[in-house]
């Protein structure tokens, strides 16, 4: 063997190693393209018109509200739309003071629990318990009589547990709410 | 009684009559003490201790009322109210557990209350009223995954989380907040004054396994608090009765 082919096996096994570092290391990552086929057929399934009615509780009282949007017939698509139209009403009838949307919505595997984490605090630190609960109970109201086959609600904030320091989010909240407790 | 000298000690010489008096004054104090002990037992006032947790602290300043924040304005309102019932009930003591200044750790106030182990514990919290006049909410801790009863046998030993210690003493803490509303809503003075009373996760009441529920009082401002004063001890005082009368019974 000359010196050459040294040469070029020497760089073949500098190039192999390289690759190889960067792969432990988490530079190049490989991806089967199996996977995203997958999250592409779920990403498209069929969008249709839908009619819904927010609910949401103001001046002593329960207001309801018909709107219409496209959404696909997926649960965790329908509370993002519902729950962020429920806010936007609730910000324009000045409920709350700022705005929040809804960032992600999320199920568990047994479709029980739906997580929905918001972009910032949808409770009014200056508002009353009451005040805030209702705003909570509206989000479980919409959802409720909308027919969406979740049993439970977790809030977060940026993927994070909700804090306030009169209502406590640590666990997941009961669709049926806490108003009719006895 | 007569001072001698023995020796190098003074010793007192009590003669008899002396000693039948002071045996005498020894039995009277006893029976006193017992016949006093049994009337202040019997007697329909409060009795017992009781802790009036105001809301925040030094970390927490709570919400705006006017140009105070809650954490101030619900430490003066339980002083007041400190001083108020144990003028009026010289068996019961209540007492606030936090000072002006004061850091409080999460469920510090939980664990303090679990190891007085008070008659009852008051959660008092305030906020701005807006739009209609002053009022009352009386709140009582409550989760979704909760068994609706527990029932400890002495003889078993029972694990509950943090957040469900609260059902030892559920059924309690429901008849005292119940009826501490009843009395501030059945007030003739103060007929608007009770808004409602709920059950829900309030967060300040996690923890806490003695009997308890918090009190939410809506002001349109601070110095409307001297109106709800009387209707709010009033209703300390029922709950308080009724739990010493439950007491009794047992």
Known sequence: MNNGNYIIIGGACLLVGTLFFFY???YIIFQRPITTSTLQEENSSISTRVKAVIYYWHQHKWHDEVIQ???????????RHL??????TLEQEQVMSKQANLETVALTHDKKQAIL???????????????????????????RENNIPVQEILFLVHHQPLIDHELDFSNPWSLQGFLNKK | MRKKKYTNYYYYHISSNAMSCIIILFFLLITGNTICASWFSNSSQPQGIIILSPAGDTHYSGRHIGDSFERGITLWCVEQLKTMLETRNPFLKVIIPRIPGEIREPLQHAQFANRLAPDLYISFHCYQEKESLSGLWVYLFCTESSPSTFTQNASSLAFLSYDQTYVINKQTSHELAELFYHTVQHDQAHTALAKGFLQLPFKPLIGITCPAFAIELGLKNKNEWQICQSCIVSGIETALAHLHRQKKDE
Do not use: V, Y
């Open chain 1, 24 to 26: 432990q290391q988490g």
């Open chain 1, 69 to 79: 949007f496209t959404s696909s017939a997926h649960p965790a698509e329908k509370i």
């Open chain 1, 83 to 88: 729950t962020n139209q429920l806010l936007i």
């Open chain 1, 117 to 143: 984490s918001f972009n910032r605090n949808p409770l009014d630190k200056q508002k009353s318990t009451f005040e805030k609960l209702m705003i909570i109970e509206s989000i479980l109201k919409t959802i």
